[in-house]
């Protein structure tokens, strides 16, 4: 792959589309998928057919717990058959969990439709970041993992606007075509990641096993080096703190505008579309701004910030006014700012600490770490909200000030290559490249690098070998 990309969108970071259309345009189509589907996940079942309410919220509960071990095994299949492989699969089985929606006529099919989603839900998050880490073929996590979130986050927009016009046509129909059109988005997505080139960098390719251990001795020992360790347990403790990051616009800040405020009910899809809206401008180029600074400093930037904001909501007065509307834009933008900064690094440091082996299965634990943390929220969440208002948010933020702290705690003794998406300076090794440089005696008569060689600053250039002892 060109590693070239010059003009205007090599300024704010944008990566060479040419090199990655077909995952591009499988993220666009996939995500406007998942658009289409967020106003109507549980309501489409009340629309469609009698099953009470309240057996549908247990129905769904029951299906994201039961679902959490198919993280786990999505891991383990990303390091077996590669995270390509994983992709395909949980785009399919999520095709099936819709067409299963269709068909839905009572609880245990709709529980069934629930739990076939999910798993595709939880496979996706375990093979996503190894898949971008592969993508990126040794050039920085973040340039790769920004550009396509940023993707993501506009085409859930253009989903969810597309969902609403269609709901405002028809409701009952409406609601069935909005199914049968994500059943093709998931197909189509499954079938241009299958088109998608894919070249694992060198360090991707795991060691020869040896042949006189049988699998399953590998595979255990292979879970007992992602699960000891300091490090990955202040990874997984900062993931799960970190975890109400992502359910702030949809459940807890929505609760307070209307419940609390007194706010019309419209201002959560507010929220949500400022959110995502500029989530998508900014992702890109504020990745490729922060690109020299620390990942666990960019971490614990975002943590802070929302910790500060959070806490100002703990002092705000509980009125509809002119205040509490720009209070609404205010955290949407806060939001988007942490979510453009934090999700970048923390998935880099998550997905380069690992070894190359079981890289799948750490990005597994951690993101099932996060998939626990969002179930346990809103039931945390709603006990102390009745409480105090005032209280719950205090809490928050400094539980989300402690998952910062656990990561910069947890990058500390790793590589300086693993905690810098790239450095000014190059590796002192490399010979010199400015032709301005002095001389440096027979240095200077060194052969240029051979082409393909990873530019100065990237992890590969700056630590070989460098997963040796980091854990």
Sequence with gaps: ?????????????VPPLTEVRRTTAAVLVDTVGVGLMIPISLLYFTLTTDIPVA???????????????AGLAGGAMTDRFGPKLAMVTNNLVSAAGYVLYLFTDGLLTAFLAMLLVAVADRMYWACWSSYVHTLSHGRPFERWFAFLE????????????????????????????LVVLNIATCVVAALL?????????????????DDEDPELLQAVRGWRTVLAGRTNLLFVVGQLLLSPVMLLPSVALPLLFVERWGMPVFVSTLLFALNTGVAALIQTPLSHAVRFRSRAGVICFSAGLLSASLLVMAVLPERRSVLAWCVVVFVGIVLAVVDALYMPA??????????????????????????????????????????????????????????????AAASARLPHAVRFPESRTPDPAAPPTDPAAPPAGPAREAAPPAAGTTEPGSPQTQVPGKWAGSQ
């Design 55 to 69: 057996s549908l919220g247990v129905a769904l509960t029951a299906a994201t717990l039961l679902s959490l071990p």
């Design 346 to 407: 923390s998935n880099a440091l998550m997905t380069e600490s690992a070894p190359d082996a079981v890289r799948g299965r750490t990005v597994a634990v951690f993101q099932t770490a996060a998939a626990v943390g969002m179930a346990v929220f809103p039931a945390c969440f709603s006990f102390v909200f009745e409480l105090s208002s005032v209280l719950t948010w205090v809490l928050l933020a400094v539980v989300i000030a402690a998952g910062g702290l656990c990561f």
């Design 150 to 177: 940023s993707i993501k986050a506009g085409a859930m927009g253009l989903g969810a606007l597309l969902a609403t016009l269609i709901l405002a046509v028809s409701t009952d129909v409406g609601a069935r075509w």
């Design 193 to 209: 990641f299958v088109l998608q080139p894919m070249t694992p960098a060198t360090g991707d390719v795991p060691p020869a096993a």
């Design 1 to 13: 792959m060109s590693t070239e990309n010059k003009g205007l969108p090599a300024r704010f970071g």
